[in-house]
C-alpha cells in the first residue's frame, strides 16, 4: 500500500525531530566530560582540540568515496564552525561559564531570522512564541548568574551564537550531501585551527585521559553533529534550533546529579521558561513545521519571495 505524500512528510519530519532530541541529549553530556576529575584541568583549546580530532578520526572509516565532493557550501560551513569553537573558547576565559554556555544559544533567533533570510523557510506562531520564551529564559540566566561577566566575553558567546547559526543553516542547505562527509569537514576543520595552540602547549596525558578524550569526540561531538545533520534532512532550520535547546537546559542538571556543581536558582527558572516554550511548542502548537518544498529547493536555497507566515 502507498504511503500519502502528506503522510509520509510527516513522517519523517517526527523521525527528524527524535534524531535532533537525541542529538541534544549527547551534546549536553560536555559537563560530566569536562567536569571529571581527569579531564578537569586540561585547558579549554587542548580539549576542544583532540575532543575535534577523535570525532573526525572515528568517522573516517565510514566516509564513502563517492560522497566527497567539493560544494561551495562547504567553505562558510567549515568556516562558521571553527569560528563557533574559538568564539566560545575564548569567550569562556572572559566571562562566566553560564553566560557563555546559555549566550550561545543566541543561536535560536539567529536561525529563527537566517532561516527566513537564507533558505525561505515560512514560520508559525508556535516557533514564535517558542523563541521569545527561550531568550526570556537566556536573559534570566545571564542577568541572575553569579560570578564575573565582561562585556566582551559576552558579545563574543553572542558572536559564537551567530556562528552556530550559520552552522545549522548551512547544513540545512547541504542536506542533500552525505551528513557523515560534512560532519568530517566541520571536525576536521576545526581540528586544524587549534592545531597551533596544541603545538605551542603540547599536552602530557595518562591513558585515562587519553581515553575519555577520545569518548568525549565521539560520544558528545562525532554522533550526535551526524544525528543533527541527518534531522535537519527533514526538520526546518527554526525548529532544530529550538530542540537543540534542550542541551544548555540539561548540562547542568547532569552535573548536578553528578553531586560535581549545584545549580542556581535562576538557572531552574530560566530553564522554565525555555523549556516551557518547547512545551507549548509541541502541545498548544503542534504540528508539521518542515521547510516548504515549494520554497526551498533541492539544494536548500530559497526562491526570491518564498518567506511567508502560515497559520498556527
Known amino acids: ?28 553530556t560536555t559537563g560530566l566530560f569536562v567536569k571529571a576529575d581527569a579531564l578537569r584541568e586540561i585547558p579549554g583549546p587542548t580539549l576542544a582540540c583532540l575532543r575535534a580530532l577523535f570525532a ?9 568515496i563517492a560522497s566527497i565532493r567539493f560544494r561551495p557550501g562547504l567553505v562558510p560551513m567549515a568556516g562558521a564552525f571553527a569560528a563557533m569553537n574559538v568564539l566560545f573558547l575564548t569567550a569562556m576565559t572572559l566571562t562566566t561559564a553560564a553566560a557563555a554556555v546559555f549566550l550561545q544559544y543566541t543561536a535560536t533567533p539567529w536561525s529563527f531570522v537566517l532561516g527566513l533570510m537564507v533558505l525561505g523557510e515560512t514560520w508559525r506562531r508556535g516557533n514564535l512564541a517558542a523563541v521569545v520564551l527561550a531568550v526570556a529564559g537566556i536573559v534570566v540566566i545571564v542577568a541572575g548568574s553569579s560570578g564575573q561577566q565582561t562585556a566582551t566575553g559576552n558579545l563574543l558567546a553572542i558572536a559564537s551564537g551567530l556562528a552556530f547559526a550559520a552552522v545549522i543553516v548551512s547544513l540545512r542547505r547541504l542536506r542533500d550531501e ?8 566541520n571536525q576536521a576543520t576545526s581540528c586544524l585551527v587549534l592545531l ?5 602547549h603540547p599536552p602530557s596525558l595518562s591513558l585515562e585521559q587519553w581515553l575519555l578524550l ?16 541527518r534531522g535537519l534532512k527533514s526538520v526546518s532550520v527554526q525548529e532544530a534550533s529550538l530542540i537543540a535547546l534542550l542541551e544548555p ?14 545549580v542556581e536558582t535562576v538557572t531552574w527558572l530560566g530553564g522554565g521558561l525555555i523549556g516551557g516554550g518547547l512545551l507549548l511548542r509541541y502541545t498548544v502548537w503542534a504540528g508539521t513545521d518542515i521547510g516548504s518544498p515549494k520554497s526551498v529547493g533541492p539544494a536548500g536555497g530559497a526562491r526570491p519571495g518564498s518567506a511567508r507566515r502560515e497559520g498556527p
Open 1 to 28: 500500500m502507498t504511503v500519502p505524500h502528506d503522510e509520509s512528510r510527516s513522517m519523517s519530519a517526527t523521525r527528524g525531530r527524535w534524531l535532533l532530541v537525541v542529538a541534544a541529549l549527547l551534546w549536553s
Open 56 to 64: 573526525a578520526a572515528c568517522l573516517v572509516p565510514f566516509v564513502r
Open 178 to 185: 552525505s551528513p557523515i562527509f560534512l560532519v568530517l569537514v
Open 196 to 200: 597551533p595552540w596544541l603545538a605551542w
Open 214 to 229: 577520545a569518548a568525549f569526540g565521539v560520544i558528545q561531538m562525532s554522533i550526535p553533529y551526524l544525528l543533527f545533520a
Open 249 to 262: 537546559v540539561l548540562t547542568p542538571a547532569w552535573v548536578m546529579m553528578a553531586g560535581w556543581e549545584t
